[in-house]
C-alpha cells in the first residue's frame, strides 16, 4: 500500500505545507508588487534566461549519450536528446522522477534494442551523473563560501559546512581514484554496475555541474541587478533548494524551491524573487513540460499506426 500511494502522499502534504509557510512569508506580498518585478525583466535578460534553460537540457541529453557509451550501445544522437529532453521534462514536473523517468525511458529505448537490464543501467548512471555534478557543486559552494549554508541552516557553523563540503570533495576524488584502480563493482539486486574508464568519469565532472548551472543561471538572469547577490551565492541556494525539492517528492518541488529561496535571500525583495522563481518554472519546467507532452503523443501514435501495419 506504501509502496503504491506513499510517496505521492507524502509529496503532496509536503507542497501543502511549503504553500503554507510560504504564504506566510509573502502574504504582505501585492499582485502590482509582482506585476512590476515581471515589467523590470528586460528582453535580453529573459533571452539568457532562456538560453539558461536550453543549455541545461543539452547537458541533460548528455547524460543520456554518456549512460550510452558507458554500455557500449550506438543510439542516434536525435533520438537520445528528444528521449532525454521528454524524460527530464516530464519527470520534473510529476515528481518520483526515477519512476515516471524510467517509463518513458523504457518505452523510448526497448525500441531501440536495449534490454530491461540494460536500460536500469542506463537510468541508474543518470540518477548517479546528476548526484554527482550536485555532490560536485555543492562541495565547492561550501568549501569557497560556506555561509550560503549558513543561509538556509540558521545556526549551522561556518566551519561545518566548510568541513561538509571538503568531505563531499574527498568523496569525488573518492570516486576517481575507484575508476582509476577499476574497483570492484557495485550490485544492487540484479544491476551489476562497474566502475566507467576515466574518460567517462572526466565528463561526467563536466556534465553533470553543466546542467545545474545552466538551470540556476535561469533564476540569476531574471533577478534584477540592483537585489542580485551573486552568481555564485545564486548557485548554491539552487543546489540545495533544488535537491530538497527532489527528495521532498513534491510534484515539481512546488512550494519548497520558493521556501527556501524566500528564506535565504531576505535582502531581496519578496517581489522580484518571486518572479525569477515564476520564471525559472516557466521556462524550465512548463514550457518543457507541454512540449514533452506533445512528444509522447506523438511517439506513441507513430508506434500504434506501425503496430497496425500487415
Known amino acids: 500500500m506504501f509502496r503504491k500511494y506513499g510517496w505521492p502522499i507524502i509529496g503532496l502534504l509536503v507542497v501543502a505545507i511549503s ?14 508588487d509582482l506585476g512590476d518585478s515581471f515589467e523590470s525583466i528586460t528582453l535580453t535578460h529573459w533571452l539568457l534566461a532562456g538560453a539558461g534553460a536550453v543549455f541545461a537540457y543539452a547537458a541533460l541529453a548528455g547524460y543520456d549519450a554518456l549512460a550510452l557509451r558507458y554500455l557500449g550501445r550506438r543510439v542516434d544522437r536525435l533520438f537520445i536528446t528528444l528521449t532525454s529532453f521528454t524524460t527530464y521534462a516530464l519527470s520534473h514536473n510529476i515528481g518520483a522522477s526515477v519512476l515516471s523517468g524510467s517509463i518513458i525511458r523504457y518505452r523510448a529505448y ?42 538556509l541552516a540558521d545556526g549551522l557553523s561556518p566551519h561545518v559546512a566548510r568541513s561538509i563540503g571538503l ?93 527556501l529561496f524566500v528564506s535565504a535571500l531576505p535582502e531581496v525583495p519578496p517581489s522580484d524573487l518571486l518572479a525569477a522563481l515564476i520564471v525559472f518554472r516557466l521556462l524550465y519546467l512548463l514550457v518543457p513540460f507541454a512540449i514533452s507532452i506533445v512528444m509522447v503523443i506523438f511517439f506513441e501514435k507513430r508506434n500504434f499506426g506501425r503496430g497496425l501495419e500487415p
Not at 19 to 30: D, F, V
Not at 189 to 212: F, M, S, T
Open 19 to 32: 504553500i503554507w509557510l510560504l504564504y506566510r512569508e509573502l502574504r504582505g506580498l501585492s499582485l502590482e
Open 110 to 151: 526497448s525500441s531501440k534494442g536495449l534490454s530491461g537490464l540494460e536500460i536500469g543501467q542506463l537510468i541508474a548512471f543518470c540518477s548517479f551523473t546528476f548526484a554527482l555534478g550536485t555532490i560536485v557543486l555543492t562541495g565547492m559552494v561550501l568549501a569557497i563560501d560556506p555561509m550560503i549554508a549558513v543561509r
Open 167 to 259: 568531505l563531499l570533495l574527498l568523496a569525488v576524488i573518492a570516486y576517481v581514484y575507484g575508476s582509476w584502480k577499476q574497483m570492484k563493482p557495485f550490485k544492487i539486486g540484479p544491476l551489476r554496475i562497474e566502475y566507467p574508464n576515466l574518460k567517462i568519469v572526466g565528463l561526467q565532472l563536466i556534465i553533470g555541474p553543466l546542467e545545474l548551472i545552466g538551470a540556476a543561471a535561469i533564476i540569476y538572469f531574471a533577478l534584477p541587478a540592483a537585489v542580485n547577490p551573486g552568481f555564485f551565492t545564486v548557485l548554491g541556494i539552487f543546489l540545495m533548494s533544488f535537491s530538497a525539492a527532489l527528495i521532498s517528492s513534491a510534484p515539481g518541488g512546488l512550494g519548497v524551491l520558493e521556501l
